[in-house]
């Protein structure tokens, strides 16, 4: 994998000291929550709540996914002052991003998630690869995302986002929220020019309208996650032909867009189920 999770790092977690059920003394880690300024040449964007791993990606990606920096703008430079927690992303020329300012609204994402009333204008025309995905290939990143080390699964509270080829994880970002995650991933792909064509985007949250506009317009055909949907969410899916797949956990999954797509090349005689254990972190979070 080329980035992923290190939950030894200190900084993303602080030790508190509480009582259970029982009133015995128990210690616990609790993930830290940061405010990061996101900035876009000389104005001021957005303060986010975020754990403060890979701001330059979490900024760019920001700007991208809501159309302030698109695909054809010259990104200059990513710079991140660590003392005032801010991030700078620059262009070669000033982008016109008033209007969206002005038509910004809030979202049910947690940790502040923001969409702009243009974002769906981006849908117009947009055209994914219809790329198969096979169910051995899910299967496999979820036994894989699942059992390997994370905030997810040391301290719960807090959602990852994989970028994923085929049955590979290449990219694990996690975050607060679900879309911190998103644009983190989004940001480390814009950086380092890499194509969306054949990748998944798996996620711990619930695919919601704002997750299925990002994943498109990012231009990844599949968006798979453990955990399930809303309406509006699977019908823009349906509509531009996203392959979206919830509730994966052990054997089971449910495909409400894009099932044509799907390769059913899996024996489910292999194939484990979840195990309690993985249940009850998600429980958690």
């Known amino acids: 994998m080329i980035i992923a999770p290190d939950p030894s790092l200190p ?4 030790a508190v000291v509480g009582r259970d059920q029982t ?5 616990l880690r609790v ?26 990606y979490l900024g760019l990606g920001f700007l991208v996914n809501q159309g302030m920096v698109g695909p054809d703008d010259v990104v200059t ?12 992303v620059r262009t070669e020329v000033e982008t016109n991003h008033e209007a969206k300012l002005a038509r910004a609204t809030r979202t049910s994402g947690c940790a502040v998630g923001t969409v702009f009333g243009d974002m769906m204008e981006g849908l117009e025309g947009l055209e994914l690869p219809a790329t198969q ?5 899910l299967y496999s990143l979820s036994k894989a995302i699942n059992q ?23 990219v694990y970002m996690e975050d607060v929220g679900r879309h911190n995650a998103v644009d983190k991933v989004a940001g480390w792909m814009r950086s380092t020019g890499t194509p969306a064509g054949d990748k998944t985007l798996y996620t711990t949250g619930r695919l919601t309208s704002e997750m299925v506009i990002k ?10 996650s453990r955990s399930g949907f809303t309406a509006w969410g699977v019908e823009i899916a ?10 994966l956990r052990g054997q089971r999954f449910v495909c409400l867009s894009g099932a044509e797509r799907l390769v059913y090349d899996a024996d489910l005689s292999a194939v484990s189920d979840e195990s309690s254990k993985h249940r009850r972190k998600g429980a958690q979070s």
């Open 77 to 88: 430079g990513v710079d991140y002052d660590e003392e005032l927690e801010v991030v700078v």
């Open 11 to 14: 900084r993303l977690t602080r």
């Open 23 to 27: 009133g015995a003394e128990v210690d």
């Open 31 to 56: 993930v830290e929550e940061r405010p990061l300024t996101i900035y876009l040449n000389s104005r001021e964007i957005v303060t986010s709540m975020t754990i403060g791993d890979y701001p330059e």
């Open 148 to 170: 390997m080390p994370s905030l997810y699964l040391d301290a719960g509270a807090i959602h990852g986002t994989v970028l994923c080829q085929g049955d590979q994880p290449l």
């Open 133 to 137: 995905v096979r169910t051995s290939d």
């Open 238 to 247: 349906q509509e531009i032909g996203l392959t979206v797949v919830g509730r």
């Open 215 to 224: 994943c498109a317009l990012m231009g990844i055909p599949a968006l798979v």
